[in-house]
Structure formats: structure tokens, C-alpha cells
């Protein structure tokens, strides 16, 4: 096994293994997505596999380390990527669940000790959660994209899968889906469109979109109640800064005339933060940004 993995438990025969992984940071803005990896653990009562080495691959001056408190000791929490594996309620595979922050060094070797992981346990097959900011507004259903090395990936999630086109800076999560491309391994990512002005901690509606469709391309039946607990707390915060906020209403309002005259012409699995160009508004961003800062300091 690489260097930088270390081993938390045996390495044993698994049914088919699936990979799937988020990273925070560039990928994930909001949050969401790894914090979708994290509820699956949960919910799939997932035990602790591997983890990456973070010495070789963070810079923590800009990502420090955080402390806490835990039965009077001091504890430190360092930049953390975590392997767990599941053998998911009614799924006829084994998953190997990947969450994770961007690293800042050495992507190449970082990618190396992940595909050192998938060949030990028999893994070739991957699928990446990620959610981007988009003109979208939080008062309707949050589309997801789909970009897939393979034809399949567009039945088995019921979208469809268009060449991408874009030319440009990319995450860790481009970089890794190529590395496991060249080596001739079936690859996918699932992208949540986020509405952009809000950036304050995770969207559990991104969460619920996303666990609905690995559950569909798993055959599972994941409980969403715990998120749909967190979304009504989520939206009732928002529905009060809005309410404040005359300028931030008329927003909301305009992307969801956007979003109405636009969807029903979407083509399954478009992507649906190209419907409007609207810049964000710095009042609002930081009206909303405050409100919700507040209220999760307040908690």
C-alpha cells in the first residue's frame, strides 16, 4: 500500500466495490457534497477503512489545524481524508466512501495513493459528488448534472451525460477522474447546481438530491428524514432574511421566473446553472451571509 495510506482495518474480499467520494474546497463550496458522504456513512453505519496521510499534501497556514475540547483534553483536528467502507441496506455491491478537503500539494501523489486503495480492495468503478455554485434559486427542486467516462452511468442514474466542453482551472476531482480514466477504469460525477448567494455551511437540500440519486443508481432506500429535519430549520433562516430584505425577495424572485421559463426546455441532466447570467448582489450575499453566520453562532 502507499506510504501516505494508512490502513484502519483488513483488507478482505468485497462484492464489486464502488468508490464514492467528495473533497471540499474548489469542488464543493457550500459544503454539501462531503457532507453527503458523511450522512451515507451514517446512515450506512460505515466502518472507518483507511485514511491520507495530511502531512505531504496541506499547507497549514492556509488550512490550520483546529482544536477542540472532548472530556477536558485538548484535541487536534488536522485536514483530514477518510476511506470508510458499507455494505449499503439492499445494494448488491460493497462502497467504499471517500471524504475528503482538497489538498494543496502534490495532487499527482495524492491521486497515486487513492488508486493504490481501489486496487487492493478490487475497485474500479468510481462516482464523484461535488456542488457548484449556480443561478439557481433555494425556493425550487436543486438540479444535478451528470459527466460520466460511460454510456451506462447514464442509465443507471437516469440522465443524460453530455460532452463537456469546458477548458479551464479544475479541482481535485477532475484531476482524479483522469487519473483513473487512464487507467481504463469507469468513472462519473454528480454535480449539484447550489444557489449561489447562499455560502454559509452546507445545503441539506443539496444533500437529499444527491443521496437520491445514489440510491437510485444503488438500489437503496437511504433515510433523507434527518435532512429534511435540517432543511426546514435551513429554509425557515432563509425565509427571514429574505422577508427583511426587499432587494434580496426581488432576487429570489428573478431567478425563479429564470428558472420557470427555462426548465421545462432543459434536456435531462442540463446544466441548469447556465439558465441565468445574474451576477450576484454584494448587499444581499452579505445580508444572507451574516443572517446565517449568526443564527448557526446562535446554535
Known amino acids: 500500500m502507499h506510504e501516505a495510506i494508512r490502513v484502519l482495518d483488513e483488507i478482505r474480499p ?3 466495490p464502488l468508490l464514492i467520494g467528495a473533497f471540499s474546497g474548489f469542488t464543493d463550496q457550500p459544503g454539501a457534497a462531503t457532507h453527503t458522504i458523511d450522512y451515507l456513512a451514517r446512515q450506512w453505519v460505515a466502518t472507518p477503512f483507511a485514511e491520507i496521510d495530511a502531512e505531504r499534501f496541506y499547507d497549514f497556514t492556509v488550512q490550520r489545524p483546529r482544536v477542540r475540547l472532548e472530556h477536558g483534553e485538548r484535541i487536534l483536528d488536522w485536514p483530514a481524508n477518510k476511506i470508510y467502507l458499507a455494505s449499503p441496506p439492499g445494494a448488491s455491491r460493497d462502497v467504499l466512501l471517500l471524504s475528503g478537503s482538497e489538498p494543496h500539494l502534490r495532487w499527482r501523489t495524492f491521486c497515486e495513493a487513492i488508486i493504490e486503495v481501489l486496487e487492493a ?18 425556493t425550487r427542486p436543486l438540479p444535478v448534472s451528470l459527466s460520466a467516462s460511460h454510456e451506462d452511468f447514464e442509465t443507471l442514474f437516469g440522465l443524460k451525460a453530455p460532452a463537456s466542453r469546458y477548458q479551464g482551472q479544475t479541482g481535485i476531482v477532475g484531476v482524479l477522474n483522469l487519473a483513473l ?14 444557489p449561489h448567494y447562499l455560502t454559509v455551511g452546507p445545503n441539506p437540500h443539496i444533500a437529499t438530491a444527491l443521496i437520491r440519486l445514489v440510491d437510485k443508481g444503488l438500489g437503496t432506500s437511504t433515510s433523507v428524514e434527518p435532512l429534511s429535519e435540517e432543511a426546514d430549520q435551513f429554509d425557515e433562516q432563509v425565509r427571514q432574511v429574505v ?15 429564470q428558472y420557470d421559463a427555462n426548465r421545462p426546455a432543459l434536456p435531462p441532466g442540463s446544466d441548469a446553472g447556465g ?18 453566520r449568526d443564527q448557526r453562532k446562535g446554535e
Open 243 to 257: 422577508a427583511e430584505s426587499e432587494e434580496a425577495a426581488a432576487y429570489v424572485r428573478q431567478l425563479e421566473e
Open 275 to 292: 439558465m441565468t447570467e445574474l451576477p450576484p448582489t454584494p448587499e444581499i450575499l452579505d445580508d444572507l451571509e451574516r443572517f446565517l
Open 14 to 16: 468485497l462484492r464489486d
Open 121 to 138: 480492495t478490487g475497485s474500479t468503478t468510481s462516482v464523484t459528488l461535488g456542488a457548484q455554485p449556480a443561478g439557481v434559486p433555494h
Open 181 to 194: 480514466r487512464a487507467k481504463g477504469w469507469k468513472n462519473a460525477s454528480l454535480w449539484a447546481m447550489a
